[in-house]
Structures are given as structure tokens and as C-alpha cells.
């Protein structure tokens, strides 16, 4: 069974950053793709940035230029480097591991920005 566990959510104040990490339980690169989603109250789940095993990446629009992702498998981990936040990027943040034909999410780590 995949657990997917993410940390380092918390309140920032705009222009701040944070750094979420997710822990995988095997290698990242077992994995086809790994991302990060996050919902905000009432709205959808929506992609935040997503990466590859052969290492492409790709960001929604709204955070490109500040948010990178990126992974480390010594520590079967991938990150999210969240700087120039902003009170909309309040949401909760979810791990996500594709490995065909299975899905995996993590439980969720809150980001709440204030301004």
C-alpha cells in the first residue's frame, strides 16, 4: 500500500514562503508522475504543478515564476517551494502519486496566507 504523508503547511503572510514536503513509502521514481494539488473552501481540486520520472515538470498558470517543484528519491520525497505567496493561494495542499493504473493522495497540509 502507497502512503503519500506531506508536512510544512502553516500561516505566512503574504509575500512570505513555505516549503511542503511529501514522504513517500518507496522511491519516487516508481512512481509515473507526482504532483501537487490543492482546494480552497468551495472551490475544486485543482492542479498546482506536477513532475515527471524522467523529470519534466509543468505549473498552472497562477503560480509559475514562484512555486518549483522538485524531488529528492534518497529521501523519497518531493517538494513544493512556495515563495511569494499570496492570500489566494490559501488552500489545502495534497501530495499525489500516479502509478498506473493507480492514483494516491495524501491526507492534506493546510497553507493559509494572510495579508
Known amino acids: 500500500q502507497v502512503q503519500l504523508v506531506e508536512s510544512g503547511g502553516g500561516l505566512v503572510q503574504a509575500g512570505g514562503s513555505l516549503r511542503l514536503s511529501c514522504v513517500t513509502s518507496?522511491?519516487?521514481?516508481?512512481?509515473?508522475?507526482m504532483a501537487w494539488y490543492r482546494q480552497a473552501p468551495g472551490k475544486e481540486r485543482e492542479l498546482v504543478a506536477a513532475?515527471?520520472?524522467?523529470?519534466?515538470?509543468n505549473y498552472a498558470d497562477s503560480v509559475k515564476g514562484r512555486f518549483t517543484i522538485s524531488g529528492d528519491n534518497a529521501k523519497n520525497s518531493v517538494f513544493l517551494q512556495m515563495n511569494k505567496l499570496k492570500p489566494e493561494d490559501t488552500a489545502v495542499y495534497y501530495c499525489?502519486?500516479?502509478?498506473?493504473?493507480?492514483?494516491?493522495w495524501g491526507q492534506g497540509t493546510q497553507v493559509t496566507v494572510s495579508s
Open positions: 518507496g522511491s519516487i521514481f516508481s512512481f509515473d508522475n
Open positions: 499525489f502519486a500516479h502509478f498506473s493504473p493507480y492514483d494516491y
Open positions: 513532475v515527471t520520472s524522467y523529470g519534466s515538470t
